[in-house]
Nanobody, 123 residues
C-alpha cells in the first residue's frame, strides 16, 4: 500500500505562485507514475498533470499548460507541482495520485490517492 500526503497549499493572490509537494511512503515510489488532480466545489475532478516513473516524460491539461510544472525526486519519494500565474479559477482541492498506467489522465488509472490540500486564489 502506498500512502500519499500533500502539502504546500494555501491562500495566494492572483498571479502568485505555490509549490505543492506529495510525499509517498509504504511502497516503491519509483514504480509508480504520478499525477496531480484537482476538484473545485460543484465540479468534477480534473486531471492536471502526470509524470512517468523516471520523470523522463510529463503531460499537462490545456488549462494549466505553460503555468504548472510537475517534477519528482525518487530519492525523496516526492512529487511536486509548481504552480505559477495562479488564477481565481485555480481554486480547488489538489490531490496527488499514484498508478501503474504511464501518464494516465483518468482518475480510474490511479490506484492510490492523497487526502488533498486546499489552494485558494483570491485577492
Amino acid at each position: 500500500q502506498v500512502q500519499l500526503v500533500e502539502s504546500g497549499g494555501g491562500l495566494v493572490q492572483p498571479g502568485g505562485s505555490l509549490r505543492l509537494s506529495c510525499a509517498a511512503s509504504g511502497g516503491t515510489f519509483s514504480s509508480y507514475s504520478m499525477g496531480w488532480f484537482r476538484q473545485a466545489p460543484g465540479k468534477e475532478r480534473e486531471f492536471l498533470s502526470g509524470i512517468t516513473r523516471s520523470g523522463s516524460a510529463t503531460s499537462y491539461a490545456d488549462s494549466v499548460k505553460g503555468r504548472f510544472t510537475i517534477s519528482r525526486d525518487n530519492a525523496k519519494n516526492t512529487v511536486y507541482l509548481q504552480m505559477n500565474s495562479l488564477k481565481p479559477e485555480d481554486t480547488a482541492v489538489y490531490c496527488c495520485a499514484a498508478g501503474l498506467f504511464r501518464l494516465g489522465t483518468l482518475a480510474g488509472e490511479y490506484d492510490y490517492w492523497g487526502q488533498g490540500t486546499q489552494v485558494t486564489v483570491s485577492s
